[in-house]
């Protein structure tokens, strides 16, 4: 037992009862950590306050402050003000202070400071001025800790000067005792006589509410000694040090304005932001006494901001202030008077303009954060309370997070509240009907007074506080000043734009953009009457441009409607739509302008939304179709941004001023709003309006709220029938709700992902959608895990990808963990399925004869047309949906185009817009507002005068398609401007004498190009001329680029860019080098550079650097940013002055034609028979070289003398027949191009380029021809001529004709190639250097061992033991067989001259930096004398790796094991049997992808991968035929059904002639059969026939294949016998030895096709589909159903066939399932919507729908919607496997009809009542049927409806309507 006594005089400031007695029984040391414990909870509750200031007296403080802002890591150059004022404070008591500033004097400093911005200015260089302030006293109230409670000034003291003494008055904020602590671990509370402690609290400051760390500590007299200004007054008692630092990321209440921040980053504005802002504040003051009680001797607060001016660059810019408060003495009072008309402004926080008038909109709550200041009436009281509040720890220990938390739910009604009566007159006044949710809860609303004041807020612009001259501290001043007329300034301002727009020489010189934002600044302060005005008197009269003062008119009005739309505020909505009512705007002018306000607004409170969602609801915005598609996406954009993303709701708006800009709990958004877009979603759906449907699907999902799930819900689950596309776009569109809410769209896409009926591209979105969500491990394992068992390949492939690129994501470190957890789970051997989709329509029915038994093969629906483009555009996201109607409007858009352009049109395009627009301003120490602008101002302009001619007359074309001229003629007068600025300020304003002071950078880049031109296009002849003419006569500034940091003193008053302004000053940090550059005059159009920079010196690394920008953003939105700050001008300019060129002609032809006398065919079509060489064996070093190979040529053949003049045919027709010929008949093409600038001189440059390449193996050839004749202009003097030149370069590769077929022949041939290329290079080809190449192209014996002794060779030797030659295994292991590895070159040079020699020499050192890793040099080879250059490289066994040695006369170089990416593999990959451009097309593009179907000799190999048995009888079964789908619109004629479809019909029929095969190609004209040959004999092993017309083969070139001249197809021969047939016009390929077949098909044919190959969906699953889209599982089955019905068939096929014909039909259907869950009950039958069906909606079943679509992809369907209004946009179907679309009461049954000769069974099922349900109401229907009079057929129907099964009637023919009567409505049976 014991007792502790704890005496609380020496701590307590005023009588308190002198002893609490505690007792305890605890232990000592339990009791030290309870006290420990406690101690700072009961120094908090019984502190009280420091009698620091004593009655009586005068205390008189000296005080001098500054502010300078500058670019400090660029140069010592500031612009700022120094004061200098003494401050007198006499105390009336403990709690009340009375002060008086004295004589305020002010000076302005805008020079260079060497020693930075704390550097001492001698007087002698300031003009110090009297402070235009008023010297009123004030008051200070305490609280009873002594610290400032509130400020009380006089009425005539104005805001502004009030924040200036709250800076000054902030100095004596000194909370010694910690009271309203913040717990921390390292908190040290003084104690009793303490004079050292460490501790965090929330204090008050002019700056804010914020977290403040105090560090107390003695002083040392030595310091004292050598700063005596510290302590200038004799100390009585010791000195302590006191340093505050304010945690500027952890406020109670924060003085920030902000707008415009991205939410990509976890910022938070005010505080520190990423590498944009750092800002500090930090406190040091000196006092003498003890911390009890005190004198402060001196206290000095330096704040600073340091600002990144281009958000991303190194270099940062600066604004820092310090106040300096200094004791001079201390005396007897001498009585400050007392204050008349007193007001109070609340405590030491800075506080905006709340008394003035103006701030009504956001009345009484304008100076809050995210609390509301102290209201100046409220009662004592009211205060105490208050006081008692902060004192309580619990409220004060408080986070910031939890603060600021806090203060958004307390505060979270600022804006919206007071807008409440702003919507209702606002609704009143455009006559719609308000909202149950926003109606006032204002007893007077209904007053007369009220609604003048609503009035006044509905037509008056916000006030934003701290931003100079716009709004904020003087925007009364602005308004009510005199020499300030807004509407004047803007007008004036608009019309210069106007003007320099018609110069666009000089914007970068004129500061154009620069006006332009000042014009917006200057409408934020207008209202709706104003800005009207403004607009009013600007608009142009008419719609054209009669001459230049009509120009100047026009780019006005258009810069003056730009600067409306980015003025983001009330009236500026307002007017905007008042504009777009009156057709002012109309168009994709009024889209452009709609789609920049979700960027541009700036208080977007509820008031804004609904002003803006009524004119999304407009007839003039809904009758214009870019309209309101774009009104539609930018107000849901604003509505995710404001309402629904609390990030960006924070950070972009500016919620620390006004608060929310709406309620947290926005019930407009839930309850009206999201509503309406479901709403018009539905009635989209119900028109079958697909681009509307998509712009609802895709606004919903921008919105990004969960409610939007319920207008999906009926659609993603099936219930309500929309096309697959619109779901797929449905999936897509939960993105932005994906990332928002991830727990909300997590179980929803997990369920469409697992839902294995679901359609692969929906589970594919799904799959990918889930990524975002940032799934645990558990989840990625499951999915893995899944993968195993999973039917679709691509949503198999998907998964692969996404688990396998999770672990290398930058991504949360747990996400890439729970990555690799997964990855080992997933399905072996599955990569990503290689599939095009084309826009495809179906061909027409075939009628040939010998297709009559063909299987009459169900055609699917073709999918409706559907599609979006989402795109950037003018600072702002747009979105063009388009469906099959859209597209077939374009022949008439194009119809149009023609006849407006017929004769010249003027066409003018111009916008200006932000890219991108920060504000961040935020009070400094002097409580002065520190301001930072960032805006990207861009414009844009495009002026013609175009006219278009063609022939046949374009105007004159057909609706219905567009045909394409035989030549076209454009002649077009353009001026294409492009201008962006970066304008970048920061600084701080001084309210006083209306001043800013900035520190800026500026930089402006201009893109300027004026062209005549004429454009000739001759598609007949495949030639194109275009004749380019500068489009001025006089110097034109073409490129300008323009960097200039600055700082400057600015008037606010002063309507002109700052840049302009005398005052401003630019910023240099050394001389500038000039340099002056011509260039041009060997083509005769003559350019100047001119260019000034302060770079110290610029090399290409430096460039290179540059150029690299930290991120993809600043990429995208910053990609002029360098990384030095310097003083740069560039101007390109155009001089025709001495220019002796005028027109720039360019000629470009291209042709395949060639002329061959010697080549002559025989009747049939085949070419003679040539010499065929069997293959040799590898031994045999076989060189497959031409004759001319023996020696080196004299002339090489791509020298095209005499013919080198431009555009020549001869030359053209020369370089054909010889790369023709030189590659072995090869089909040839040559490409002639020619730039010609005419004029006082001429100038020819050109090129032409001939390639061949031959049919039948890899040979090829290459002649290239070059020639440059430069103009021989006056102003080069003779001996700088540069002379003429010519390059020809030939080149031909030979390769041999490898094996395709059989492995093992593939491993035996020899496949080794040659190459040779010949170079002349010169005055003249004839006449210079030349340079000579041949090379070796082999197969190495080490690869060849590889290849055999690779898994996939064993398997495909099993294979073939079996017969099977074609199956995927050997297909690789042949390609693999074929491949080479070993290149050996050898390079000759001669009369090569030494400058030549040091250019390839260079070029080798670039090439030598790149590879610096892996190659080593021989400066000393052992053999010099040999003067040509060896290269010998090596691929190793797996291609991966290259090596490589080059033995020159200088040096050996060797190259090892460079690693090759997977595009240089196939271009060093080199194949015989593979060109180029397929081996590279294959590894970037799946264009290049082949799909081939093999029918081997016991096997088949799908298009999809899929390998099955297969046995065929003797039959002809069908192996491939095209089966194109029908279309989606049945309305469309059958004439134009073929459409984007361009392939010819064709079959493809195969049939066993024992263990060989027939095969026979059916095609729209003619019939080709190939069979084996059934004799042996040397020669072909295959017959071939067109129309029963045989063939004569060869392996030696391609024989073509002609019907009635027509060009059919092409044949060539193997060595092994087997045949290559292939069919152009209907890209395809097939190859055949007499027992196999193998086709290889473009990807058109996707989704086409039917037969043993499967259907070539990308699916395996679905391969075997029978004729009927029945799917079975036995591939006996399958080939039966194939099977053609002749006599040849064998009984067991027929059989087999029909058995399959009368089993129950499983076709493919998607199922839905209920992914979406909630409160309803789980059964899908239970959670159908309920829909009301009218007895006069007889719609659904109308007789011509129903029975017109009996072959309809889908199984027993219902129409919900009347399709009467629009039957050709959309089928909304609902598949009998979900029958959610039902209410309880009725479902849905297969009607019987019976009568004594036949029964009838119903196609689709009817509505019935459901058991337990009587029907009350029914309707009459036609319905369509299938009767039959077979007895047992009917029973056996009737028995599987009986069972509850739905038969599939479609296939059936003869159905006919019958009239029904169908339940309508259906009750609930009273005994039920």
Same mark, same amino acid.
């Given at each position: ?885 859209? &597209?077939?409007?374009? *022949?008439? @858009?194009?119809?149009?185009?023609? #006849? +407006?352009?017929?004769? %010249? =049109?003027?066409? /003018?395009? $111009? ?36 006219? &278009?001619?063609?022939? *046949?007359? @374009?105007?004159?074309?057909?609706? #219905? +398609?567009?045909?394409? %001229? =035989?030549?076209? /003629?454009? $002649? ?901």
């Amino acid at each position: 037992m014991g007792s502790c006594h704890f005496d609380y005089s020496r701590v307590a400031y005023k009588m308190i009862p002198k002893r609490t007695t505690c007792h305890s029984s605890i232990h000592h040391s339990t009791r030290n950590m309870l006290w420990k414990a406690v101690l700072p909870f009961l120094f908090a509750a019984t502190i009280a306050a420091v009698p620091a200031w004593e009655t009586n007296m005068r205390y008189l403080y000296n005080i001098q402050s500054r502010a300078l802002t500058g670019l400090h890591q660029v140069a010592d150059q500031y612009a700022g003000i120094l004061m200098e004022a003494r401050l007198a404070v006499e105390p009336q008591s403990e709690e009340l202070l009375r002060a008086q500033l004295l004589q305020p004097m002010y000076a302005k400093v805008h020079s260079i400071l060497p020693e930075g911005w704390a550097e001492e200015i001698d007087d002698r260089h300031l003009s110090f001025n009297p402070m235009p302030i008023k010297s009123n006293p004030f008051e200070i109230r305490l609280d009873s800790d002594g610290l400032v409670k509130e400020l009380l000034v006089s009425r005539q003291t104005t805001e502004s000067e009030a924040n200036m003494l709250k800076g000054i008055v902030s100095q004596f904020q000194l909370n010694t005792q910690a009271v309203h602590l913040i717990t921390h671990r390292q908190n040290h509370i003084p104690g009793p006589n303490s004079d050292s402690a460490l501790y965090s609290v929330m204090e008050s400051a002019v700056t804010g509410e914020c977290e403040v760390l105090y560090d107390v500590s003695s002083f040392p007299e030595a310091i004292i000694r050598a700063q005596p200004e510290l302590a200038p007054l004799d100390a009585k008692g010791s000195l302590i040090q006191i340093i505050k630092s304010q945690n500027f990321s952890n406020c109670n209440r924060r003085r920030v304005y902000h707008f415009g921040f991205s939410d990509s980053e976890n910022i938070q504005p005010g505080g520190n932001v990423g590498n944009l802002v750092a800002r500090s504040s930090l406190s040091r003051v000196v006092i003498s006494g003890s911390l009890n009680k005190f004198i402060i001797q001196s206290s000095v607060t330096t704040n600073r901001v340091f600002l990144s001016l281009e958000v991303s660059n190194d270099q940062k810019g600066m604004s820092a202030s310090r106040v300096n408060v200094t004791i001079e003495s201390i005396t007897k009072t001498q009585k400050i008077p007392s204050l008349r008309g007193q007001r109070s402004v609340g405590d030491l926080v800075y506080r905006f303009n709340s008394h003035d008038r103006h701030l009504s909109h956001f009345k009484g709550k304008s100076d809050s954060g995210y609390t509301s200041d102290t209201d100046s009436s409220r009662s004592s009281s009211e205060e105490d309370t208050t006081t008692q509040r902060s004192n309580d720890p619990r409220k004060s220990q408080l986070t910031g997070k939890e603060a600021n938390m806090k203060d958004q739910d307390d505060s979270g009604e600022l804006l919206w509240k007071e807008s409440k009566r702003t919507r209702r007159s606002m609704q009143a006044k455009i006559g719609a009907s308000g909202n149950k949710s926003y109606s006032s809860s204002s007893s007077s609303s209904g007053s007369r007074e009220n609604e003048e004041q609503t009035e006044l807020e509905v037509d008056s612009a916000p006030c934003m506080p701290l931003i100079p001259s716009v709004v904020g501290i003087q925007e009364s001043k602005l308004r009510a000043s005199k020499q300030i007329d807004p509407v004047r300034t803007v007008v004036k301002i608009a019309t210069k734009i106007g003007s320099e727009l018609e110069k666009p020489c000089w914007l970068v010189e004129d500061n154009t953009l620069s006006k332009f934002t000042l014009m917006t600044r200057v409408l934020r302060t207008m209202d709706s009457k104003q800005i009207d005005e403004a607009t009013r008197t600007l608009e142009p009269s008419s719609p054209t441009n009669p001459n230049l003062n009509g120009n100047i008119k026009w780019g006005a009005w258009k810069s003056l409607r730009d600067s409306v739309a980015q003025t983001g505020t009330l009236p500026a909505l307002s007017v905007i739509a008042d504009l777009i009512r009156k057709d002012k705007i109309l168009g994709n002018d009024a889209a452009e302008v709609v789609a920049l306000l979700s960027r541009s607004a700036l208080t977007p409170t509820p008031a804004y939304l609904d002003m803006f969602f009524e004119l999304v609801k407009d007839p003039k915005v809904r009758e214009q179709p870019f309209l309101n598609l774009t009104a539609v996406i930018s107000f849901s954009t604003i509505l995710r941004e404001v309402a629904v993303n609390t990030r960006t709701a924070t950070v972009r708006y500016p919620v620390y001023v006004f608060g929310r800009m709406v309620p947290k709990h926005f019930t407009a958004l839930t309850e009206k709003y999201i509503p309406y877009l479901g709403h018009e979603l539905h009635k989209a759906i119900t028109e079958g309006n697909s681009p509307k449907i998509q712009l609802h699907i895709l606004a919903l999902g921008n919105i990004a709220h969960p409610n939007i799930l319920q207008y999906l819900e009926p659609y993603l689950e099936g219930r309500i029938g929309v096309s697959k596309f619109q779901r797929l776009l449905m999936v897509c569109a939960l993105m932005k709700l994906t990332k928002m809410h991830p727990e909300v769209a997590s179980p929803i896409l997990l369920k469409l992902y697992e839902n294995l009926g679901e359609a692969y591209e929906i589970r594919t979105a799904a799959v990918f959608l889930l990524m975002e969500t940032k799934p645990s491990e558990t989840l990625l394992q499951r999915m893995a895990e899944f993968s195993n068992f999973d039917t679709s390949k691509h949503v198999i492939a998907a998964v692969h990808s996404a688990i396998k690129s999770a672990p290398n994501l930058e991504e949360p470190f747990t996400f890439r963990t729970n990555g690799k957890a997964a990855v080992n789970l997933l399905a072996p051997n599955v990569s990503s399925s290689r599939k095009t989709t084309n826009l495809k329509k179906p061909g027409t029915k075939r009628n040939n004869e010998e297709t009559a038994t063909i299987p009459d093969i169900a055609n699917e629906n073709m999918e409706q047309v559907e599609g979006n483009f989402m795109f950037f555009h003018a600072g702002s996201d747009r979105v063009f949906p388009f469906d099959y109607h859209t &597209l077939q409007n374009i *022949p008439v @858009l194009m119809r149009d185009m023609a #006849r +407006k352009y017929r004769n %010249p =049109e003027t066409f /003018n395009y $111009t916008k200006i817009y932000y890219r991108d627009n920060i504000m961040l301003e935020f009070p400094n120490a002097m409580g002065l507002p520190f301001i930072f602008t960032l805006r990207t101002p861009t414009l844009m302009k495009m002026a013609a005068e175009t006219s &278009l001619r063609s022939q *046949p007359d @374009l105007a004159h074309g057909s609706d #219905r +398609k567009v045909v394409i %001229p =035989e030549s076209v /003629n454009v $002649t077009a007068d353009a001026q294409f401007v492009y201008n962006v600025q970066l304008d970048s300020m920061l600084g701080f304003v001084t309210p006083f004498d209306n001043m800013r002071y900035i520190a800026g950078l500026d930089r402006n880049m201009l893109f300027h190009i004026p062209v005549k031109a004429n454009v000739d296009v001759d598609v007949l002849k495949r030639k194109l001329t275009i004749n380019v003419m500068p489009g001025r006569n006089r110097r034109v500034t073409l490129t300008h680029l323009r960097t200039r940091p600055y700082t400057s003193t600015h008037d606010i008053f002063n309507m002109i860019p700052v840049l302009e302004d005398s005052s401003t000053k630019v910023i240099h940090v050394r001389p500038t080098r000039k340099s002056n550059m011509t260039f041009g005059q060997q083509t005769g159009v003559v350019f100047h550079l001119q260019s000034e920079s302060e770079e110290e010196f610029s090399d290409f690394k430096s460039q290179l650097d540059s150029a690299q920008m930290p991120d993809a953003h600043s990429k995208l939105y910053f990609n002029n940013i360098a990384h030095d700050i310097l003083y740069e001008d560039t101007r390109l300019t155009y001089d025709p002055q001495r220019s002796t060129a005028n027109v720039v002609k360019i000629t470009a032809v291209y042709d395949t034609d060639v002329e061959d006398e010697d080549d002559s065919n025989t009747e049939n079509g085949s070419a003679h028979l040539k010499n065929q060489k069997s293959p040799l064996p590898r031994s045999v070093n076989r060189k497959w070289q031409n004759t001319q190979e023996s020696g080196p040529e004299s002339i090489n053949p791509a020298n095209p003398e005499p013919y080198t003049a431009p555009n020549c045919r001869l030359r053209r027709k020369k370089f054909l027949s010889k790369a023709a010929a030189r590659a072995g008949n090869a089909t040839a093409s040559v490409i002639d191009l020619s730039i010609t600038f005419e004029g006082q001189t001429k100038a020819v440059f050109l090129m032409t380029a001939a390639s061949a390449s031959s049919p039948v193996n890899g040979s090829g050839s290459l002649l290239v021809f070059m020639t440059s004749q430069p103009a021989q202009h006056p102003e080069i003097a003779e001996q700088q001529l540069i002379p003429e030149l010519q390059v020809c370069l030939f080149g031909d590769v030979s390769m041999p004709q490898v094996p395709i077929i059989n492995f093992s022949e593939a491993l035996k041939f020899n496949p080794n190639s040659s190459v040779r290329a010949l170079l002349n290079f010169g005055e003249t080809c004839n006449n210079g250097a030349t340079v000579m190449l041949n090379g070796q192209l082999e197969l190495t014996n080490k690869r060849q061992k590889y290849i055999a002794d690779s898994p996939m060779a064993k398997l495909c030797e099993s294979q073939m033991m079996e017969g099977n030659y074609l199956l995927p295994a050997c297909r690789i292991a042949t390609e693999s067989a074929n491949n080479l590895d070993q290149y050996r070159l050898k390079i000759a040079l001669n009369n090569v001259t030494e400058f030549q020699k040091n250019n390839v020499y260079i070029l080798y050192n670039m090439a030598r930096d790149l590879l610096r890793p892996y190659i080593t040099e021989n400066a000393y080879p052992q053999n010099t004398r040999d003067v040509t250059v060896h290269v010998t490289a090596n691929l190793n066994e797996q291609s991966t790796a290259l090596n490589m040695t080059m033995e020159t006369p200088l040096l050996n170089v060797n190259v090892t094991n460079v690693r090759l990416s997977k595009l240089a593999r196939s271009l060093l990959n080199i194949n015989p049997a593979k060109t180029v451009m397929e081996r590279i097309g294959r590894t970037v593009s799946s264009l290049y992808y082949e799909p081939s179907c093999v029918l081997d000799t016991t096997e088949a190999n799908t298009f999809d991968n899929r390998t099955y048995p297969l046995e065929l009888g003797n039959c002809w079964y069908v192996m491939m035929m095209l089966v194109p789908k029908l279309p989606a619109d049945h309305t469309r004629p059958q004439n134009s059904r073929r459409g984007l479809n361009r392939l010819d019909r064709v079959t493809v029929l195969v049939k066993a002639v024992g263990h060989k095969k027939k095969v026979k190609v059916l095609l729209s004209s003619a019939t080709l059969d190939l069979q084996p040959v059934v004799e042996p004999r040397p020669g072909p092993a295959v017959q071939l026939s067109i129309n029963s017309k045989p063939v004569l083969l060869t392996s030696s070139h391609a024989t073509e294949l002609r019907d009635d001249g027509e060009l059919l197809g092409l044949v060539y021969e193997f060595p092994s016998g087997a045949v290559q047939l292939t069919l152009p016009n209907n890209n395809l390929v097939l190859v055949y030895d007499g027992a196999r077949v193998m086709l290889q098909a473009s990807n058109e044919y996707s989704h086409q096709v039917r037969g043993l190959c499967g259907t070539f969906d990308g699916e395996p699953f679905t391969d075997f589909k029978t004729p009927r889209n029945c799917l079975v599982t036995e591939p006996s089955i399958l080939a039966a159903t194939y099977a053609i019905d002749d006599n040849s068939c064998e009984a067991p096929v027929r059989n087999m066939k029909k058995n399959a014909s009368e089993e129950l039909c499983v076709q493919e259907r998607s199922s839905f399932a209920d992914v979406i869950a909630n409160g309803q009950p789980k059964s899908s039958r239970q959670r159908g919507i309920q829909i009301n069906q009218s007895v006069n909606d007889s719609s659904s079943f109308s007789s011509s729908e129903s029975i017109s679509d009996h072959n309809s992809n889908s199984n027993y369907e219902v129409n919900l919607f009347p399709l009467s209004k629009r039957p050709s946009r959309l089928n909304n179907k609902i598949s009998r496997h979900n029958p959610k679309h039902v209410s309880n009461s009725i479902s849905y049954k297969t009607v019987i009809i019976t009568d004594n000769e036949e029964s009838c069974f119903s196609k689709n099922p009817l509505p019935a009542c459901t058991t337990g349900y009587h029907i009350t109401a029914t309707v009459k229907k036609y319905a369509p049927f299938f009767c039959t009079a077979e007895r047992h057929l009917a029973e056996r129907y009737i028995k599987l409806v009986n069972n509850g099964f739905f038969p599939d009637f479609r296939l059936h023919k003869g159905l006919r309507p019958i009239a029904v009567l169908v339940a309508a409505k259906c009750e609930l049976n009273p005994t039920a």
